[in-house]
């Protein structure tokens, strides 16, 4: 009995017995797959360039894409700003790159073409108003105005996707949405000022960390930090 308890115990536990010569049985366990990584758009950078210079494309009003032809538009804005007042919509082309960065093309975004339809319509909405003057209070009465302040530009990009309904002011935005950073988008605020990150591009009224200097509604660059400001994204995005 006590020769063959190794053996018995060997076969009662999956083990081999002393001085047998089987060899082990490959675990029947299936594999753990590691977490898809979240992708997560920067929001911080050390460098103030957002000079893009690969292939842009415009999405016309029939939905199809094209190469873009940059054109010489009344009242366009330009680089270095200009005024965007009494611009309509038609007047400010839907752009598009590839990849899943927003790049900087005139002044204006242009969308990643990788991004979900909700972010894309984000970056053509703030589009809309760069240009326009800081107006404090400005987009709160109404989304549409003659000035935005910081929280009104934020709000208008959002209203573009649809994912507010009414004006935010910058406390508000505090508590809007989901906490933390966003996989595309994600909104920095304070009681006293609020601006947004969209896909790599910051939408903001304060020219801090942005070399060009200019106020009011404009794509810069990425601040290397975002310290003092809640961080919230909208759910999904």
Same mark, same amino acid.
């Given at each position: 009995?006590?020769?063959?308890? #190794?053996?018995?115990? &060997?076969?009662?536990?999956? !083990?081999? *017995?002393?001085?047998?010569?089987? =060899? %082990?049985?490959?675990?029947? +366990?299936?594999?753990?797959?590691?977490?898809?990584?979240?992708?997560?758009?920067?929001?911080?950078?050390?460098?103030?360039?957002?000079?893009?210079?690969?292939?842009?494309?415009?999405?016309?009003?029939?939905?199809?894409?094209?190469?873009?032809?940059?054109?010489?538009?009344?009242?366009?804005?330009?680089?270095?700003?200009?005024?965007?007042?009494?611009?309509?919509?038609?007047?400010?082309?839907?752009?598009?790159? #590839?990849?899943?960065? &927003?790049?900087?093309?005139? !002044?204006? *975004?242009?969308?990643?073409?990788? =991004? %979900?339809?909700?972010?894309? +319509?984000?970056?053509?909405?703030?589009?809309?108003?760069?240009?326009?003057?800081?107006?404090?209070?400005?987009?709160?009465?109404?989304?549409?105005?003659?000035?935005?302040?910081?929280?009104?530009?934020?709000?208008?990009?959002?209203?573009?996707?649809?994912?507010?309904?009414?004006?935010?002011?910058?406390?508000?935005?505090?508590?809007?949405?989901?906490?933390?950073?966003?996989?595309?988008?994600?909104?920095?605020?304070?009681?006293?000022? &609020?601006?947004?990150?969209?896909?790599?591009?910051?939408?903001?009224?304060? =020219?801090?960390?942005?070399?060009?200097?200019?106020?009011?509604?404009?794509?810069?660059?990425?601040?290397?930090?975002?310290?003092?400001?809640?961080?919230?994204?909208?759910?999904?995005?």
């Amino acid at each position: 009995m006590a020769i063959g308890a #190794p053996s018995a115990l &060997a076969a009662s536990t999956g !083990g081999v *017995a002393v001085g047998s010569t089987a =060899a %082990p049985q490959p675990s029947t +366990a299936p594999p753990v797959a590691a977490a898809p990584k979240l992708h997560l758009a920067p929001v911080t950078s050390h460098f103030s360039s957002v000079a893009y210079s690969g292939p842009v494309f415009e999405k016309t009003v029939s939905g199809q894409v094209v190469p873009y032809q940059p054109l010489a538009r009344a009242g366009a804005v330009t680089p270095t700003g200009g005024s965007a007042v009494g611009v309509t919509v038609a007047l400010k082309p839907e752009l598009l790159v #590839p990849g899943s960065r &927003a790049r900087y093309v005139a !002044g204006l *975004a242009a969308a990643p073409m990788s =991004a %979900p339809a909700a972010v894309q +319509a984000i970056v053509w909405a703030g589009n809309q108003i760069i240009g326009l003057p800081y107006v404090w209070g400005g987009g709160h009465a109404s989304f549409n105005a003659a000035g935005y302040d910081c929280s009104g530009t934020v709000s208008f990009a959002l209203h573009g996707a649809s994912l507010v309904t009414t004006p935010e002011d910058s406390s508000e935005f505090m508590g809007w949405g989901s906490h933390g950073l966003g996989r595309w988008v994600t909104v920095f605020s304070n009681a006293g000022h &609020a601006y947004m990150t969209v896909a790599g591009l910051r939408l903001d009224t304060s =020219a801090a960390d942005d070399p060009t200097n200019q106020q009011g509604p404009r794509w810069r660059p990425l601040r290397p930090a975002n310290g003092g400001f809640t961080v919230r994204h909208p759910l999904g995005f």
